[in-house]
């Protein structure tokens, strides 16, 4: 079964940094795009960061120039850099991913998933 699973959440002062990780297991045939939302608490669930199988990134206006998402293909994990944290940053973020998922038939034949997965979510707090 495939699962996300992020870390690197924490406390930090404002002006900090901190890097969250999102690794993706089990049988992935293909991560077609990867996310970050956050949530903080009494408010909707916003995009904050994207990036495509080709490595094109998009990011909400409230993160560009301070946020960077980036992957590693091989380990199938995806990383969000957040320098310059400041307290509106606090929030559950939370990891997703569009992707294909395989059976192995046997045979040299399998049979394909689309999934769209969430994690668990990770606590950023950004705090003096």
């Known amino acids: 079964q495939v699962q996300l699973v992020e870390s690197g959440g924490g406390v930090v002062q404002p002006g900090g940094s901190l890097r969250l990780s999102c690794v993706a297991s089990?049988?992935?045939?293909?991560?077609?795009?990867a996310d970050w939302y956050r949530q903080a608490p009494g408010k909707q669930r916003e995009l904050v960061a994207s990036i495509t199988h080709g490595d094109m990134a998009n990011y909400a206006d409230s993160v560009k120039g301070r946020f960077t998402i980036s992957k590693d293909n091989a380990e199938n994990t995806v990383y969000l850099q957040m320098n310059s944290l400041k307290p509106e940053d606090t929030a559950v973020y939370y990891c997703?991913?569009?992707?294909?998922?395989?059976?192995?038939?046997?045979?040299?034949?399998?049979?394909?998933?689309?999934?769209?997965?969430w994690g668990q979510g990770t606590q950023v707090t950004v705090s003096s």
């Open positions: 089990g049988n992935i045939l293909n991560i077609f795009t």
């Open positions: 997703h991913a569009d992707l294909t998922e395989y059976e192995d038939l046997g045979e040299d034949r399998m049979k394909t998933y689309d999934r769209n997965i």
